[in-house]
């Protein structure tokens, strides 16, 4: 693996546990703020237990019109200014307590049980001890504008978490027993009952919890981070052998790239440099066979002659094979197009096939739809297929056998140009073996490149067509020429 590679992976794994770390933490703080959420909600609901409590009792002292207490155990209430404060009985001395004094009494109590702290209390009080603290105060003209509660966090003065909560007193008709003269009417705010709950014991009771809760967090963000590390071992380590791979695979390109140039100098030297030479071969064997300069004397030159002439024209057919062959393999063969008459040239391959046929006494025969029209294809590339077909047909026809070439139109109108033989046929096995250059197979004739199949092959897939090869062994082999139907020309284009 490169170190450019490595660093990225590096810093992709990196990137992934910071977000990995940001999902647990999110999720840390959401289940953290759930815990403060219930929290509240627990000292809440235990205020709210505290204050319906006191309303229970004050009223019932209400419509008891007050209840009396031994004044050994109840302190006579100065601030009380009603007749009949105070009783002699035969069980001796008591004194009135109202709504208000109880609640003081029993706010008393409670905060030495319970720890939860109630103060009944008024922005007008009778008694100064009841005078509102400033967030009480400021609870009851939020409750003078309509609102109904007040609950909020705070800290207390030895600075631990407390909740602060209050509700509004209402003047009642038994309420203007003792706050008729301050003014009050019924139905208006009197004050309120404020309760301050601690948060002490509900954190104590949510501490296994929350420690549960930060623990299976920081377990599960571990194991995470430990995946995450050994993937992206495992990543990188997969995307090395992959970068080392394109690496490899870029390199035989560009060995086969420069192969490919050196292939292609290579024939472009030999086609000049036999391409050459052959064709002054040719042109002098030309002339001593027909004997353009006078008489040769013995008459076996002039079958050297032919018998050179028909050497060098098979090497000079086996070289432009070749060629051709590599720049279709190479990408590079270009398509001539122009008007094609399949009766023209097929009765220019008899012409030239038909001396060989009758010599091996083989049946060279024809067989083209009347009024077959012409197509569009490079009249080159179409000629040299059919020749090489003919070629290997007559090459693999044993003596006695026939040859036939067809050209018609099947029913998706596609041109078609077929040549059968009655030899020995190819084995199925052999079929793909025979299409690959320089492969033959077992059958074998004199003569054989193993270039002719691959080659038509090639041409007639750069017309966009096919080839079918259909043989069955010791009946022959037909192969099938396939143009498209877009090549056939008709009389109107």
Request: aromatic fraction near 6%.
């Amino acid at each position: 693996m490169t170190r450019r590679l490595r660093r990225r992976f590096l810093g992709f794994t990196l990137l992934v546990m910071l977000g990995w770390t940001a999902v647990l933490g999110a999720s840390l703080a959401w289940e953290m703020s759930l815990f403060d959420k219930q929290a509240f909600e627990l000292a809440r609901s235990d205020a709210d237990a505290a204050f319906n409590r006191d309303l229970v009792y004050r009223a019932w002292n209400a419509q008891m019109g007050g209840v009396y207490g031994h004044v050994d155990q109840v302190e006579p209430n100065p601030y009380l200014d009603v007749e009949h404060r105070d009783l002699e009985t035969a069980a001796g001395p008591l004194t009135m307590v109202n709504p208000s004094y109880m609640t003081r009494i029993v706010h008393g109590m409670a905060a030495q049980h319970t720890g939860i702290v109630s103060h009944i209390t008024s922005l007008d009080p009778i008694r100064p001890a009841n005078r509102a603290r400033d967030w009480e105060a400021a609870a009851l003209k939020r409750f003078d504008q309509g609102e109904t509660e007040y609950a909020a966090l705070a800290q207390s003065a030895d600075g631990s978490a407390v909740l602060r909560f209050m509700r509004p007193l209402m003047v009642d008709k038994a309420c203007l027993q003792c706050h008729e003269k301050q003014g009050y009417i019924e139905g208006d705010l009197r004050g309120g009952i404020s309760v301050t709950v601690p948060m002490v014991p509900i954190a104590a009771i949510q501490a296994p919890s929350l420690r549960f809760a930060v623990l299976a967090h920081g377990g599960v963000w571990l194991l995470g981070l430990a995946g995450i590390g050994l993937s992206g071992a495992a990543m990188a380590r997969l995307f090395g052998r992959i970068e080392d791979a394109r690496e490899q695979a870029l390199a035989e390109r560009k060995r086969a790239e420069d192969a490919d140039k050196a292939k292609s100098r290579f024939l472009a030297t030999m086609s000049h440099e036999l391409r050459t030479p052959l064709n002054a071969i040719l042109g002098m064997a030309e002339v001593m066979e027909h004997r353009h300069f006078g008489p040769v004397g013995d008459p076996r030159y002039e079958d050297y002659a032919r018998d050179i002439g028909s050497a060098g024209g098979h090497m000079l057919a086996l070289i432009n094979d070749v060629l051709d062959l590599s720049r279709i393999e190479a990408g590079r063969a270009e398509l001539a197009d122009e008007r094609v008459s399949f009766t023209e040239i097929v009765e220019e391959t008899r012409a030239v096939m038909q001396s060989r046929a009758i010599r091996q006494g083989i049946r060279l025969d024809i067989e083209i739809q009347p009024n077959m029209p012409p197509i569009r294809a490079d009249a080159r590339a179409v000629r040299q297929m059919l020749f090489n077909l003919v070629g290997n047909a007559l090459r693999f026809t044993p003596g006695g056998g026939r040859v036939l070439v067809t050209v018609n139109i099947d029913h998706h109108g596609c041109p078609l140009l077929a040549v059968a033989d009655t030899g020995p046929g190819i084995a199925e096995e052999e079929i793909q073996t025979v299409l690959e250059p320089f492969r033959q197979g077992r059958e074998t004739a004199p003569g054989g490149t193993g270039l002719g199949l691959p080659l038509v092959k090639g041409l007639i897939e750069l017309h966009a067509g096919t080839m079918d090869l259909f043989s069955r062994v010791g009946v022959g082999t037909t192969v099938t020429l396939r143009f498209p139907a877009a090549r056939l020309l008709t009389t109107t284009t």
